[in-house]
């Protein structure tokens, strides 16, 4: 084979080679886990009517290739949510959405515990380079002005404090509307769990702009 073909092919596969080097790597799917109670776990709802299968539709929709777990379990507290962050940490999320607390506050726990969980849960996170969205959660009248203030309080000053995306209130235009909740008057229902991932869809999009570091 003459010598000027030999080397016109070698050319060809080094520009093939440098292209190929310079071209950036497809992006793998970004993993998103929820880490709630039921109202991630979808109490009351088929499972294809979740919070977090519907979210994921929503951003799979809007163009984000993402993959949402659903790690709600029905009745965690704060304490249970942390208890089992290290086993779902297992799963490798990329990012993490934290809703908790709506189970202490329906017990009446004092909210300092709960801002101690939360604390270390967000605290977890950051040292496994997960950024987290905390999703707050609002105090029931009946249990008194203080604690309300107290409980509400915890969730906006570990944003604060952690630096971590905040979304004020899980159920922000779904609570007290009996069109949009179960009959229990306290999980929502399909058309409910619609309205939360509308309101929290570009909180969570911000969220996936950040780097995993």
Known sequence: ?????????YAVAALLVNLMAATPALAETAKIMVLGDSIAAGFGLPAS?????????????????????????????????????????????????????????????????????LDEILTRLNAAKVPALLVGMMAGRNLGAD????????????AQKHGVAFYPFILDGVALDPALNQGDGIHPNARGVAVMVDRMAPYVVRLLQRSKG
Do not use: C
Not at 1 to 9: D, Q, T
Not at 147 to 158: D, E, I, N, P, T
């Open 49 to 117: 009517e979740a919070f977090p299968v519907r979210l994921e539709e929503k951003l799979r929709a809007e163009g984000h290739d993402v993959q949402v777990i659903n790690a709600g379990v029905s009745g965690d507290t704060t304490a249970a949510g942390l208890a089992r962050l290290d086993w779902v940490l297992g799963d490798k999320p990329d990012f993490a959405v934290v809703e908790l607390g709506a189970n202490d506050m329906l017990r009446g726990i004092d909210p300092a515990i709960t801002r101690k969980n």
């Open 1 to 9: 084979m003459p010598v000027a073909v030999i080397l016109r092919r």
């Open 147 to 158: 604690y309300a203030k107290a409980f509400q309080g915890l969730y906006s000053a570990l």
